[in-house]
């Protein structure tokens, strides 16, 4: 027990510190006081950093000016709360995970309602709900009905379907917009296909002969 | 020649097959805005029609021997990029419009009528997007590109009361979504 | 669908005078003949002559090279054969496509995939991708345009997972991915697009 509570002790100022040795040299200097602490305020309401620290680095690579950036990050902080709230309310219990809040976030910021993230969740009870929340949120993205498209993938996983083929539902459902059908004709298509939508490709043969991992970092 | 002095499309599409491959210049510039302006209302992307009618004019330029009939080029020109944009809608799984294609920013110095034109173009686009590929090429070709029924059948592969038919059914939906939203 | 009264469509096709119509079935035909006018409105795009010219000038792929990309595009075969060399030949596609035949690129971990990234960008000198799988860091993946056709591309090994991105054309342009399924505010004025890396093994 007191190793566990010496190490979350620590978790604070060692993210703080990880932090802080990440914005330096990318953001405004006056900026990165400020972000330490919005991200060490994360840190002790058991939120994730990283969506606060990338943003913070979006905004320098942006060469945005030192008070949007911590705007910004600012903003992130309060979606990350929401997002937290959101599904202690759908029944996660606190602590909840903080890779589920950067997705419930995320799902917000592409424009999800609050009511159908939370029936999302709740319809999924055990993480992870990344692959839903994105699905639901591109069938929104194409002008389907949030709703409908929650009703949709719901169904899907009712039906046995998990992670990224939740992506593949979605897509089909795309597909028969496409093809010139109604949003409702899409959506009747691909429920009644369910569960055999088809797949998504995999990396044909040539795509991952020329994959390339990213260059890394200079030194410091 | 026309008594324009500009040459006809026999007369490009023959110095071409002689040998004069700069000549073909000519017919980029006389059929592009058309081709694009289609291929941009079929495939909702002003991106993908660029490659689609780029891509075109290269096939039609290397199988140019196969132009039947040199003084219906622009017909020829059509049917490929029409080919052209069906193989792209059958391969595409998701929708995709570019962002060049969303409505405009508005800008403080825009009139209003500029705003309200903005915003009709980008309802009779969404309306568009609607109508299955069929029925949108239809209406585009007859109402759009002013193609003949005859002309369009030469693109199209169908026969005319087909496409009669098509363009009924594109105008039909078309007035309906545009009379929901007076 | 509403089918309209079919003097419209004689109204249209040029069968009958306008003026034989009601007043509200010429409003239907003046709404239509609006949008058509809207539609055709010729579109403000560069002109594709240099691009198709030069094109043109490049000499054509030799047969073999033509062969070759005939046989590396996807296409489907069906053939029709005993179920007993259906089976042997099915046993042969898994031994040459499982064992590794040369090189065939880097080991892809459980949980990595692959990233997919074009663009359009004719005339620019360079084109990174920058994001949230590089710390939005600048330079660190480079896209090519091999053919010299304006079309940027890079293949990326990746963790699974969901990332935001942009373009950075010549190293200071900042532009989002207009072939993007999904696309979310960046905060900063600008719109991010979004990537979903699945883990290729699966």
Known sequence: ?220 | MDVTGASSDAEVVARVLGGDREAFGLVVRRYEAGLLRFAARMLGSRDAAADAVAESFVRAYRHLASCREPARLRTWLYRIVANRCKSHLARRTIADVSLDEAPPVADPSDTEATLERAEQLALVRRALVRLSPEKREAFLLKHVEGLSYEEMAAVTGERIPTLKMRVHRAREALLQVLEEHE | MNMIDPRIHQVLDGELAPGALSAELRRSVERLVTAVALLGAPLPLPSLESRVMALIRRPAPSRARRLLRWLATPRAVMFRVRPVWSLAFAAVVALLTLVPIGHEGPDIGEHEGIAQFVGRFPGAQSVHVVGSFNDWRPGSIALEDVDQDGLWRATVVLPAGAYEYMFVVDGERWVPDHLAERLVADEFGRENSIVIVRPARR
Do not use: C, Y
């Not at chain 1, 990880?18 to 309401?45: K, T, Y």
């Not at chain 1, 990338?54 to 000016?65: C, D, F, N």
């Not at chain 1, 429920?191 to 990213?214: C, D, E, F, G, Y």
């Open chain 1, 1 to 220: 027990m007191k190793l566990w509570l010496g190490l979350a002790l620590l978790a604070g100022p060692l993210a703080a510190q990880s932090a802080r040795a990440r914005l330096e040299g990318r953001v405004p200097g006056a900026a990165v006081p400020v972000l330490d602490s919005l991200v060490q305020r994360a840190v002790a309401e058991g939120l994730p950093t990283e969506p606060l620290i990338q943003k913070a680095l979006e905004g320098g690579a942006k060469q945005v000016t030192a008070s949007r950036i911590v705007a910004a990050v600012q903003l992130s902080l309060g979606q990350l709360r929401a997002a937290r709230d959101l599904l202690i309310r759908a029944g996660d219990e606190p602590p909840v995970t903080p890779g589920e809040v950067t997705t419930v976030a995320w799902a917000l910021r592409r424009g999800l309602p609050a009511p159908v993230v939370q029936r999302v969740v709740a319809a999924l009870p055990r993480p992870p709900r990344a692959s839903a929340m994105h699905a639901v949120a591109d069938l929104a993205a194409h002008q389907f009905d949030p709703d409908s498209a929650a009703d949709l993938i719901i169904a899907a996983i009712g039906q046995g379907l998990v992670r990224e083929r939740l992506l593949d539902v979605s897509a089909a459902a795309a597909h028969e917009l496409q093809r010139g059908h109604t949003h409702a004709e899409a959506l009747a298509l691909v429920r009644q296909q369910l569960p055999n939508v088809p797949a998504s490709p995999k990396p044909t043969r040539s795509a991952v002969a020329r994959a390339r991992r990213p260059a890394a970092p200079p030194p410091p």
